[in-house]
């Protein structure tokens, strides 16, 4: 037997949704959005957001880890003549320890990056420039984004420290949290850096003094930061801002001082 279906007064006329009903559902779908969206990132950036929050709440621990650095690049500052002197043995005692001992910083046995400011002693990951000379640009970049697993990357192509030109250097201000390298943050703290501050890099067990002389930003495709001066020794510093994002590249310049 065939039974006719006969539609409700719904279907037929159904209800219309008012201007204000669009509006709070619109917001309240771009709230969940936005939470969602928020707490995904944050999820992502953890450890380098964490890094960030605990450089404010707890300066002290930083500014201890910069006092240390400061001091193992051989930053001794004296506070009067006299500790510039070796202070002579008493008789018949032999003297282990002289006022100008702490003077000599031992060189590190690997290439290194040392940011006291920001409490950061990172190894400097040297790259062959065969895919540069190739110019497979794909390949180069898997090529970097290896290195800095292992620390930051000295960018392929660019002056060694002490050389004329530009020593080239850039690193992860965050990363994937599944990324197996241990440096994924290793430049979250970066821009914390001013115009006067001061780095260290060890190259060849050599030290090379840094003074930060301009800071800004730049869009990822803009390239004449890799320029290399033929009648200065500088050195670059570069990450991507803001943190957890590749939407800018922060970048800091540098003089050699030393």
Not at 160 to 186: A, L
Not at 231 to 258: F, H, Y
Request: charged content about 25%; proline content about 6%; hydrophobic content about 35%.
């Amino acid at each position: 037997m065939h039974i006719a279906y006969e539609p409700n007064d719904r279907e037929v006329y159904p209800e219309k949704v008012s201007l204000s009903e669009k509006f709070w559902q619109f917001v309240r779908f771009t709230v969940v959005t936005g939470m969602i969206f928020t707490l995904s990132f944050l999820a992502i950036n953890y450890t380098a957001y964490s890094t960030i929050v605990s450089s404010f709440v707890n300066p002290e621990a930083q500014a201890e880890a910069s006092e240390v650095l400061t001091q193992s690049a051989g930053e001794v500052k004296h506070t009067n003549e006299a500790d510039l002197l070796p202070t002579l043995p008493e008789k018949r005692e032999v003297r282990k320890e002289f006022a100008w001992y702490g003077d000599f910083a031992v060189a590190p046995t690997d290439d290194r990056i040392i940011i006291p400011k920001i409490g950061k002693s990172v190894p400097l990951v040297d790259m062959s420039t065969e895919n540069i000379e190739g110019e497979d640009w794909a390949e180069l970049e898997k090529q970097i984004q290896k290195g800095l697993q292992d620390g930051v990357v000295h960018y392929p192509g660019t002056a060694k420290p002490g050389q004329f030109g530009n020593v080239f250097i850039t690193g992860h201000s965050s990363y994937y949290p599944w990324d197996p390298g241990e440096f994924k943050d290793v430049f979250a703290l970066l821009g914390q850096l001013e115009v006067g501050d001061k780095y260290y890099i060890y190259y060849d067990q050599v030290k090379y003094a840094y003074e930060i002389k301009e800071k800004f930003e730049v869009t990822p495709d803009v390239v004449s930061v890799l320029e290399q001066p033929k009648n200065e020794k500088i050195s670059t510093l570069m990450t991507c801002t803001p943190v957890g994002t590749t939407l800018r590249r922060l970048i800091l310049k540098a003089e050699q001082i030393s």
